[in-house]
């Protein structure tokens, strides 16, 4: 895919799915004595896969999240992570120290007039030759289309996509490599859907009595043989910090 295309679409709902973005993940980086940043760490699900399935030397797992945040900072069973609380567009460490930088679905949640800045840190706090693995969902499908009712994203995962391409354009980076992929949700039910997407604590998506019911109805609508699952295409942009800017 054209390069500079390729960063003028494609933006989505977030997966909750694991094992394909770990399989993506290793066979495009190589983690052994790696120093790592991961930036909106949410739970921690990737942070502990990493940790346990590669020789990582180190990772900061920074969320802004503050309820999710002490909720990490409870966990004692990942040795090699710390975890801190910032944001991408104010990254609290220093030059050049770390070997690669991940956001998961994350880039997004930026505030738009602050994407460029989150870029400019990521180059900061990268080595020369450092990757940053910048993961996002593509804006379509079943998902997208209930969770449009109540959250509708296009506009700032678009933003997302532009700002990593003004980024390569700037020089902070080149375009090591692109590469899409599908995540698979599936859900065991209305509950489920109800208080692990609805009800997360790092946005207040305060749906009305009408909304609330509508997306239940369509949810409820989109059941298979298999339960409610939905095939969400994903994008990865790997971008790699000059040796010399």
Known sequence: ????????????????????????LQQMLKFDG???????C???????MIVEQTGVESVIAAE?????????????DLG????????????????QIFDIVLMFKSLHHVPLDQLDCALQEIQRVLKPGG????????????????MRIYHNEQVVRQAAFDAV???ITKNLFCLESEYFFHNRIRLESWQQYDKGILNVTHTNHNLSTEQHAEVK???????????FVFDIPNRVDLLKKLLST
């Open 1 to 24: 895919m054209n390069a500079a295309a390729s960063h003028m679409s494609l933006v989505g709902p977030e997966s909750q799915d694991l094992t394909n973005e770990i399989s993506v």
């Open 34 to 40: 790696a120093k790592v940043l991961e930036l909106g």
């Open 42 to 48: 949410g739970a921690a699900e990737k942070t502990r």
């Open 64 to 76: 802004v999240d503050d309820i999710q945040h002490q909720k990490n900072l409870a966990l004692t």
């Open 80 to 95: 090699r992570v710390t975890f801190k609380t910032y944001g991408a567009e104010e990254i609290v460490e220093s030059d």
């Open 131 to 146: 990757f940053a693995y910048i993961s996002e969902p593509v804006f379509a499908g079943r998902f997208n289309e209930i």
């Open 165 to 167: 391409g003004r980024s």
């Open 217 to 227: 109805q369509r949810f409820l609508a989109s059941e298979t043989e298999e339960g």
